[in-house]
C-alpha cells in the first residue's frame, strides 16, 4: 500500500546481528499491528500499538510507535534463523478505532527477513 | 481450538469457472475478512463483514462475492475466474468489540488460475 510504507523491503543479516524494519505513515495511525509470515503459511500477530511512543516487547522482538504515531519500528537483537520471514506492518490509518468502523487495516508492503546462520 | 480455518489450501481452476473458498472460525467474531495478497501490491483487502448479513467491499472487490448466513463463516466466491485473480487468499477474523481490535489470520488459499 502506497499509503503504509516498510524499509526495508528484504533483509539478509548474519545470525545473531540486530535489525530494524520500519513502517512509516503519512497519516496518524491510530493503531499498528504486526505481523509475521513465514513463507508460504499464515499471518501471525506478533504485537499491536496504540498510543504515541509506546513500546512493546516480546523475547527478542520489540516494537515501538513514534510520539506523533506516523512511524513504528520493529527491532530483533541477536537474530536467529527462527526469525526469518515476512514481515508485515498493519495500520488503521483511515478509520480510527472510536469511529465505530470497526478496524478496516492497511498493510504496507512487507520486510523479506533473512538470517543467514 | 481450531480458530480459523480455511478450504481448500491449494487450488487449480480454470479461466471462466466458479469457484468458492471457504472460511470458518469458532472464536464467534464479529468481524471477517478476505484479503489477496500478490508479489507487488502485499495485502489487499477483498471484501469485509462486520456481521452476519452485513457485507461491504474492500479496496479490490470485483469479480468476487461473498455472503454470510452465520457468524462463523465468510465464504468468498469467484463467480467466473480469471487470470489476474491467481493469488494467495487470505480469511481474517476479529471480535469488534471496539478499539483496537486484533486481527487473526488463517493459513491462506493459493489459488491459480490456468
Known amino acids: 500500500s502506497q499509503e503504509l510504507e516498510q524499509s526495508p523491503q528484504s533483509l539478509i543479516v548474519q545470525e545473531g546481528k540486530n535489525l530494524t524494519i520500519n513502517c512509516t505513515s503519512s497519516?496518524?495511525?491510530?493503531?499498528l499491528y504486526w505481523y509475521k509470515q513465514k513463507y508460504g503459511e499464515g499471518l501471525i500477530f506478533l504485537m499491536m500499538?496504540?498510543?504515541?511512543?509506546e513500546e512493546k516487547s516480546h523475547e527478542k522482538i520489540t516494537a515501538k510507535l513514534d510520539e506523533k504515531k506516523q512511524q513504528s519500528s520493529l527491532h530483533i537483537t541477536a537474530s536467529q534463523p527462527s526469525h526469518a520471514g515476512i514481515y508485515l506492518c498493519?495500520?488503521?490509518?483511515?478509520?480510527?478505532?472510536?469511529?465505530?468502523?470497526?478496524?478496516?487495516?492497511?498493510f504496507g508492503g512487507g520486510t523479506r527477513l533473512m538470517v543467514k546462520p | 481450538d481450531a480458530g480459523i480455518t480455511q478450504s481448500p489450501r491449494y487450488k487449480i481452476t480454470e479461466t471462466g469457472r466458479q469457484v468458492t473458498l471457504m472460511c470458518h472460525q469458532t472464536?464467534?467474531?464479529?468481524?471477517m475478512f478476505w484479503y489477496r495478497q500478490d508479489l507487488g501490491h502485499g495485502l489487499r483487502l477483498i471484501y469485509y463483514?462486520?456481521?452476519?448479513?452485513?457485507?461491504d467491499k474492500g479496496e479490490v472487490p470485483d469479480g468476487y462475492v461473498v455472503s454470510r448466513s452465520k457468524t462463523e463463516n465468510f465464504p468468498l466466491t469467484l463467480e467466473s475466474a480469471t487470470r489476474s485473480q491467481t493469488s494467495v487468499y487470505f480469511c481474517?477474523?476479529?471480535?469488534?468489540?471496539?478499539?483496537?481490535?486484533?486481527?487473526?489470520f488463517g493459513p491462506g488459499t493459493r489459488l491459480t488460475v490456468l
Open positions: 481474517a477474523s476479529s471480535s469488534g468489540q471496539g478499539g483496537p481490535d486484533t486481527q487473526y
Open positions: 497519516k496518524t495511525l491510530y493503531g
Open positions: 500499538l496504540q498510543k504515541g511512543g
Open positions: 498493519g495500520a488503521d490509518i483511515v478509520w480510527g478505532f472510536d469511529k465505530g468502523a470497526g478496524n478496516m487495516l492497511t
Open positions: 472464536w464467534s467474531h464479529s468481524y
Open positions: 463483514s462486520a456481521a452476519a448479513d452485513i457485507t
